[in-house]
């Protein structure tokens, strides 16, 4: 059904974000409003204040995409929107607005989860270049999911026109994006952290100070009969490198220099890569840099064991730290030694958008799975 146009709606977190996607592989448009400047002053993201952006936002983001799209309220075949895992309130946001949307216009709604759609968007990329129309990816497909909530494993198979899931890994703690954040902030470096440690890390030497990776040996007493529960697990950990962090600043006595680039920064209005530049000294350049490095070695190692030890055919890497460099780098050079093929999104589909919810909901809308009206938001909703 080529000519199906599904308007996606994305309020999971902190951004609020509208798309059109025809046929599950074509980007019609793709709106993104950021409430990064809500959330800066306080180093992260504050949940009642996402929730009041997201109010304010929704109806001029949505009626953009519409329009960016040459489309209306009418002309669109169906919505979708996230259910979860979120923030419940900034959840209760999309969802309320899609379903008296699909209640008036009496279109079909489809409910997604947003980590399905972060594995969709590297789907929906690859079918827009045309690279899976006549080499679909081979299964079993590995997924890292790695973002600000979220760092997970799963085992991708194909089942009919959707792919079913299990969970193989999991952070325990912090996520690595959470860790990225943290650590910027923990440095004066503002919030979101992933992007400017991104920069940073390539003027340090990753090698001036040793992080030791994270060594799970005990089971999670959470994880209660997921269906890889007989299988190997690969879960991660993160917060264990954020105090190490924490303690180097502490010995090294960093903390006034940091006060004083935190003021600094804080009295420019949009801080240029030279500015943190020049308000960094090498020291912190190379613990920022040795700081990446270990992170971006600890998701690399666990990804390829795990795609080892149950022999997948295809790796796929998505979510705002897949925007990341070094990790790019790392896994498509690692992945070319072991002969895996690895696919990331573009990194404007990395970070949250509602272009991936669009396209998850397509085998969805093909094999009719529509969301009855009183269905709401899972805040901790599973993938399987
Ligand atoms: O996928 P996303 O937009 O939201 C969630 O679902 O969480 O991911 C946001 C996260 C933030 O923690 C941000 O610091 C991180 O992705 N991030 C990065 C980069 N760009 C964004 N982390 C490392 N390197 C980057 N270039
Ligand atoms: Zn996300």
């Known amino acids: 059904m080529p000519n199906v146009h599904i308007l996606g709606i994305e309020s999971s977190c902190d951004e609020t974000a509208a798309a059109v996607v025809g046929a599950g592989e074509r980007i019609v448009s793709n709106v993104v409003f950021s409430q990064i400047v809500t959330h800066q002053p306080f180093g992260g993201v504050v949940p009642e204040l996402a929730s009041r952006e997201h109010l304010r936002a929704i109806v001029p983001v949505v009626r953009k995409a519409l329009a960016e799209a040459g489309q209306t309220y009418q002309s669109i075949d169906a919505l979708a929107v996230t259910q979860g895992p979120g923030l419940a309130g900034a959840l209760l946001v999309g969802i309320s607005y899609a379903k008296a949307l699909a209640f008036a216009l ?149 903390r006034d220099s940091i006060a004083a680039r935190q003021a600094a920064l804080s009295a420019i209005a949009k801080p240029g890569l030279e500015d943190y530049l020049a308000l960094c000294d090498n020291e912190t350049l190379d613990l920022v840099a040795s700081f990446q490095r270990a992170m971006v070695e600890d998701l690399l190692a666990k990804t390829l064991a795990a795609a080892r030890e149950y022999e997948v055919a295809t790796l796929f890497v998505t979510g705002g730290v897949a925007a990341n460099n070094q990790l790019r780098e790392r896994f498509e050079s690692a992945g070319a030694n072991d002969g895996l093929p690895v696919y990331f999104p573009s990194r404007p589909l990395s970070t949250d958008n509602a272009a991936m919810i669009a396209a998850a909901a397509y085998p969805k809308f093909l094999a009719q799975q529509f969301a009855a009206m009183d269905f709401s938001a899972e805040a901790g909703m599973a993938l399987r």
């Open 106 to 254: 009496d279109k079909p709604l489809i409910a997604v989860n947003h980590l399905e759609g972060h594995i969709h968007a590297v789907l929906l990329e690859e079918r827009q270049k045309g690279s899976f129309s006549d080499h679909p990816p081979n299964f079993p497909v590995l997924a890292l999911v790695v973002s600000g909530g979220h760092t997970h494993l799963y085992l991708a198979q194909q089942s009919g026109e959707s792919w079913a899931y299990c969970n193989i890994g999991h952070t325990r703690d912090d996520a690595a994006g959470e860790a990225f954040d943290k650590v910027a902030k923990v440095l004066g470096l503002g919030y979101p952290g992933g992007p400017i440690i991104d920069k940073l890390a390539r003027h340090g030497d990753a090698g001036a100070v040793k992080f030791p990776l994270s060594q799970i040996k005990h089971r999670d007493r959470n994880e209660k009969g997921t269906p890889g529960q007989n299988g190997r697990r690969f879960d991660f950990s993160y917060s264990g490198i954020k105090t190490a962090v924490l303690r180097y600043v502490e010995t090294r006595r960093l």
